[in-house]
């Protein structure tokens, strides 16, 4: 009797697969100092919403500041839209409620407040290097508050690779 060909072990997990997405978004911020990327996932496990963080449609990537220091007019954060909002603001439904979001960076208070008014219901991150600033803290509070669960992701590998240069996508290495 031939013996059965086994599936592949080393297969994403949805955790890294959705991860992967927000990461891969990230790469279209223009930011030259933080990219960040956000997917947003409902219960049967489909992408509503994706984001990455930039300045609003309509306002120009070369005219307006990437500076982090200086008067805050003269700097990016009186104009980026983080990666949070944007996937809110750019997902497929109205419906968000119940949804999770995965993003690599612990969201700040003011993404928070956008995540619990959309109704997500669980945050999904890799980095909380900001802990300790009021802002974190606060986004923290709205989360526990609210019924937010937040999870560090721990994924299984270090890094996937991305090979546009793949001639036959069907046999990926």
Same mark, same amino acid.
């Given at each position: 009797?031939?013996?059965?060909?086994?599936?592949?072990?080393?297969?994403? #997990?949805?955790?890294?697969?959705?991860?992967?997405?927000?990461?891969?978004?990230?790469?279209?911020?223009?930011?030259?100092?933080?990219?960040?990327?956000?997917?947003?996932?409902?219960?049967?496990?489909?992408?509503?919403?994706?984001?990455?963080?930039?300045?609003?449609?309509?306002?120009?990537?070369?005219?307006?500041?990437?500076?982090?220091?200086?008067?805050?007019?003269?700097?990016?954060?009186?104009?980026?839209?983080?990666?949070?909002?944007?996937?809110?603001?750019? #997902?497929?439904?109205?419906?968000?409620?119940?949804?999770?979001?995965?993003?690599?960076?612990?969201?700040?208070?003011?993404?928070?407040?956008? $995540?619990?008014?959309?109704? $997500?219901?669980?945050?999904?991150?890799? #980095?909380?290097?900001?802990?300790?600033?009021?802002?974190?803290?606060?986004?923290?509070?709205?989360?526990?508050?609210?019924? $937010?669960?937040?999870?560090?992701?721990?994924?299984?590998?270090?890094?996937?690779?991305?090979?546009?240069?793949?001639?036959?996508?069907?046999?990926?290495?």
């Amino acid at each position: 009797m031939k013996a059965r060909v086994k599936k592949r072990d080393d297969y994403l #997990s949805w955790d890294e697969y959705f991860m992967g997405v927000a990461l891969m978004s990230a790469h279209r911020s223009k930011d030259p100092s933080t990219q960040v990327g956000a997917c947003i996932v409902n219960r049967k496990k489909k992408i509503v919403g994706v984001g990455y963080n930039g300045f609003p449609v309509g306002c120009s990537d070369d005219d307006l500041p990437w500076d982090r220091e200086g008067d805050f007019l003269e700097t990016k954060y009186p104009y980026v839209c983080h990666a949070e909002l944007n996937a809110v603001l750019n #997902s497929i439904t109205a419906d968000l409620d119940g949804c999770t979001i995965y993003v690599a960076l612990f969201p700040c208070n003011e993404c928070a407040k956008v $995540i619990v008014q959309s109704g $997500i219901k669980e945050v999904v991150f890799l #980095s909380d290097k900001y802990a300790g600033t009021d802002a974190v803290r606060a986004s923290k509070i709205m989360f526990d508050q609210s019924g $937010i669960t937040c999870r560090r992701l721990v994924p299984h590998r270090a890094r996937i690779v991305v090979d546009f240069s793949v001639e036959d996508p069907g046999e990926l290495t």
